[in-house]
């Protein structure tokens, strides 16, 4: 079929770029935001940390909840003064459906940092965000394999850290997110580790994927958005959020040839 078939039809009606005029029959080219939804996800995004403030270890529970919740309104505030917010369409989603998850996560990574560093044995001066997110600009929301943090342990070596959250008891690891590891200790020898929370379990797994690449791409299956994943088995959840913070080399979950064999079972 001629690959141009069409293209004076679409310039009659008024497009030459073939992804405009799909959003355009499709209407999802028009971002209406929910304001009221949104100020409302506000409010549900406090009562759920507020709950998780008091469920977890209290060597891990933040001492003021109400400093903390404080953020939400802040970076709200920015980003609607800085017109993100009507922006926000991953995938054609609605602006109050991204707002919302990505705000979750921002906060995930926001009340577990100084758990993560201590698990780590760092200071959380030492753990950085990786671009230094700006929530003023668009950019930021864009999603990408790169790491959320970058901790820098003696000698000055840096070890890349993902902190990602599963809501509803299904966990997995995106492909993408293990090959940009490879990428990263291939090019500069860099550790990544993927710190992944369940909140319907109430537990955490801590994965090393420097090497899971290694992992046979059978394993994998897609996921949401037809993107391939790996399933975060069962075992690998070794912190219980409502224990004491445990040592790291008694949860992490390396590659080994057993875990490559185990996955496909």
Sequence with gaps: MDKNRGKSFRTALGFSNQEKLRKFFKFTDINIVNWEKIEASNNRLAEIFEKINAAVSEDIRLSDINSFLKKINSAYQIMRNNHIIERLNNQGREPDDVYYNWMRGYLVCEFFLPAIAKLFDADSEQISLIGEDDLTKIETFSRTATADF???KEKNEPVRLEVQAG????NDIKLSKILEAKN???????????IH????KGCVAVINVTNFSKIPL?????AF???DVLKIKDDWFKWNLMEKLPCLSDIVVSYSPELSASVLQ
């Excluded at 809501?167 to 299904?170: D, K, Q, V």
């Excluded at 059978?218 to 897609?222: F, L, Q």
């Design 150 to 152: 970058e901790l820098i």
């Design 167 to 170: 809501y509803t008891g299904t």
């Design 184 to 194: 990263q200790y291939d090019s500069k020898k860099i550790e990544s580790y993927i």
């Design 197 to 200: 929370f369940d909140f319907f």
């Design 218 to 222: 059978g394993a994998y299956h897609k």
């Design 225 to 227: 958005e037809n993107t």
